[in-house]
């Protein structure tokens, strides 16, 4: 997949790098902002199942 992505981006080998770099940025900005909190909704975090 990698490779694909790789292939697909435009301009030389400097550029490619900042475009994944950006890439990768913007990926986890959309995760860590939409995703996991949507899935936090979904798991209950305050649920103990050792014993005191």
């Given at each position: 997949m990698y490779g694909a992505l790789w292939r697909v981006l435009p301009?030389?080998?400097w550029v490619r790098v900042l475009?994944?770099?950006?890439?990768?940025l913007v990926?986890?900005?959309?995760?860590?902002?939409?995703?996991?909190?949507?899935l936090n909704t979904f798991v209950?975090?305050?649920?103990?199942t050792v014993g005191t």
């Amino acid at each position: 997949m990698y490779g694909a992505l790789w292939r697909v981006l435009p301009g030389p080998v400097w550029v490619r790098v900042l475009l994944m770099i950006a890439l990768f940025l913007v990926i986890l900005t959309v995760l860590v902002l939409f995703v996991f909190p949507w899935l936090n909704t979904f798991v209950n975090v305050n649920y103990v199942t050792v014993g005191t």
